[in-house]
């Protein structure tokens, strides 16, 4: 396995700019996970993917934020006219039906100016 | 509800052991785990419990859990400087189609040489 992957690893934007981040994860791991980590706090589960399917949504996923995962296998997670307030890390974490262990990627760091 | 708990700091020397506690709310909680944080690294797995077992011991690690008062705990014997980092534990809940998880805030272990 190589990993969960992430990418970019950091990402600077203005105010209102659109972003997209990029998740791939572990080959073989159907299911996968967005959480959100700020300055001082866990992780904060976003959203959920099984294989292709979005089966759950967190009420902090905002009508701004949309995510994908077309294939089933990498994911996108789109913001749209960010704001200060979506600076944070953004983690993405897989793991295979049937197995208790998500494991995580390194992170996109976003600092929204 | 959903929510944990953990105390934001913990400093020992190198050699002592640690111990980090996490305290949640959940009766239904199935899988407790414990996760370790670098600086702006992503999460790794470092060990999880069934919420049916007391203890679980892996090398230096030893898990204990005290179900009748929501209490985990992390023991790290031998603690090494590289164990320097956030400590969080995580829990996913009984009937939960998604096994998300529910993060503490962290524990900040320093290890003083």
């Known amino acids: 396995d190589t990993g969960v992957s992430q990418d970019p690893r950091h990402k600077i934007t203005k105010r209102g700019q659109n972003v997209t981040f990029r998740c791939d994860p572990i080959?073989?791991?159907?299911?996968l996970y967005w959480y959100r980590q700020t300055l001082g706090q866990g992780p904060e589960f976003l959203t959920y993917f099984q294989n292709e399917a979005q089966l759950e949504k967190s009420r902090l996923l905002s009508d701004r934020f949309s995510a994908e995962r077309p294939k089933g296998s990498f994911s996108t997670l789109e913001i749209q006219r960010t704001e200060q307030g979506d600076s944070a890390m953004y983690l993405c974490a897989s793991s295979r039906r049937g197995y208790n262990e998500q494991f995580f990627g390194p992170g996109t760091r976003l600092t929204v100016l | 509800g959903e929510d944990v708990e953990q105390s934001l700091f913990l400093s020992v020397r190198e050699g002592d052991s640690s111990v980090i506690n996490c305290t949640y709310t959940?009766?239904?909680?199935?899988?407790l785990y414990w996760y370790k944080q670098e600086p702006g690294a992503g999460l790794q797995l470092l060990t999880y419990?069934?919420?049916?077992?007391d203890m679980k011991q892996d090398q230096r690690l030893t898990v204990l859990l005290n179900k009748k008062d929501k209490h985990l705990s992390l023991r790290i014997a031998d603690t090494q400087t590289g164990d320097s980092a956030i400590y969080f534990c995580?829990?996913?809940?009984?009937?939960?189609?998604?096994?998300?998880?529910?993060f503490g805030t962290g524990t900040l272990l320093a290890v003083q040489p």
């Open positions: 419990i069934f919420s049916n077992m």
């Open positions: 995580a829990e996913t809940l009984y009937g939960g189609a998604t096994n998300k998880l529910i």
């Open positions: 959940d009766s239904s909680s199935t899988y």
């Open positions: 080959s073989e791991h159907n299911r």
